[in-house]
Every structure is written in C-alpha cells, then in structure tokens.
C-alpha cells in the first residue's frame, strides 16, 4: 500500500492543525493505521494508531485528549486532528500501515510509511 500524508503547516501555540493520509494499491481496510513524528535529533515515535475498523484507537500519552484520530475505509484515509498544540508538538508527521492486528502502537510493527509532512508549532 502507498501512503501520502498532507496537512502539515505552520501554526501558533493553541492552534489546530488536522492531518490527512491517503492509501492507495491496497485493501485499506485491512491495515491497520498509525501516525509517527519525528523531532530534530530525537527518534521516530509513536503519536495515535487505529485498528482496521477503527474499533480500537490509541494515544501516546503527551497527546492524549488534544488529538484524534479517524479512518474512513470508503475513502481510504485516515486523519489526525491536532488541538491545542504546543511548541513540542513540532516535528515531521508520518503515516503508516500495518498488516498486523496486535502491538499496533508499536513502531516496529509497520512496514508502510508515508513520506511525512512537517508541523511547525511557533510559541
């Protein structure tokens, strides 16, 4: 499955900003779905995950009750909504799918990734 993320963008500290990734070349359902960011110098890390029917979703802690996470399996996507973000929100955003049904807040269980889109969040 191919993967394009979009809706990246600078904004103000308190700002929303919502992410948007679209799936293509597979049966989008059966993926499960996660967000990443990666921050200058520091290691890609987990942000929200949503299983295939989006029955099951999961936060990192640092963005729980700020951001959402949604998938449309008619149109293949999968969203984030970003609120109330903070200066430490800022770093590269990455989509990924994953075949697995298990440990999907982990890294290492996806083998599909986006090519990331850039959040600025100015204080």
């Known amino acids: 499955v191919q993967l394009q993320a979009c809706g990246g963008g600078l904004v103000q500290a308190g700002g929303s900003l919502r992410l948007s990734c679209a799936a293509s070349?597979?049966?989008?359902?059966?993926?499960?779905m996660g967000w990443f960011r990666q921050a200058p110098g520091k290691e890609r890390e987990f942000v929200a995950a949503t299983s295939r029917s989006g029955g099951t979703i999961y936060y990192a802690d640092s963005v729980k009750g700020r951001f959402t996470i949604s998938r449309d399996n008619a149109k293949k996507t999968v969203a984030l909504q970003m609120n109330s973000l903070k200066p430490e929100d800022t770093a590269i955003y990455y989509c990924?799918?994953?075949?697995?049904?298990?440990?999907?807040?982990?890294?290492?269980?996806?083998?599909?990734w986006g090519q990331g889109t850039q959040v600025t969040v100015s204080s």
């Open positions: 070349g597979g049966v989008f359902s059966r993926f499960g």
């Open positions: 990924a799918a994953t075949t697995a049904t298990w440990a999907i807040a982990d890294r290492e269980t996806y083998d599909n």
